[in-house]
């Protein structure tokens, strides 16, 4: 069972940056594909950045934005986001799959997921 955690959402402008942070349990994390969706209001839960080992993938929308990194030591996955727009506004959620999917930015894989922080960028 892997227990995750996230922080680091709050309200900001646009352009300003924010990071995120997800604190999992378990003793197998370095294993672990771990992820971050959104999910805007009225809208379905869409993937945003995935990373296996040191391998990160990029949902359009972020890529050259947003940074997807992890601590093996620390147990921990971040998403550092830059030049923030209103239509990034949204609950953000950390997920973690126990191996790597081709369908990695999907759903489906994902086991296990965090509680949700909420993202607000106003323009």
């Known amino acids: 069972q892997v227990q995750l955690v996230e922080s680091g959402g709050g309200l900001v402008q646009a352009g300003d940056s924010l990071r995120l942070s997800c604190a999992a349990s378990?003793?197998?994390?370095?294993?672990?594909?771990m992820a971050w969706f959104r999910q805007a209001p009225g809208k379905e839960r869409e993937f945003v950045a995935a990373?296996?080992?040191?391998?990160?993938r990029y949902a359009d929308p972020v890529k050259g934005r947003f940074t997807i990194s992890r601590d093996n030591t620390k147990n921990t996955v971040t998403l550092q986001m830059n030049s923030l727009k209103p239509e990034d506004t949204a609950v953000y959620y950390c997920?973690?799959?126990?191996?790597?999917?081709?369908?990695?930015?999907?759903?489906?894989?994902?086991?296990?997921w965090g509680q949700g922080t909420q993202v607000t960028v106003s323009s």
């Open positions: 990373i296996r080992w040191n391998v990160p």
């Open positions: 378990g003793r197998t994390f370095s294993t672990y594909t």
């Open positions: 997920a973690a799959a126990a191996d790597y999917y081709s369908n990695y930015d999907t759903r489906g894989p994902y086991a296990y």
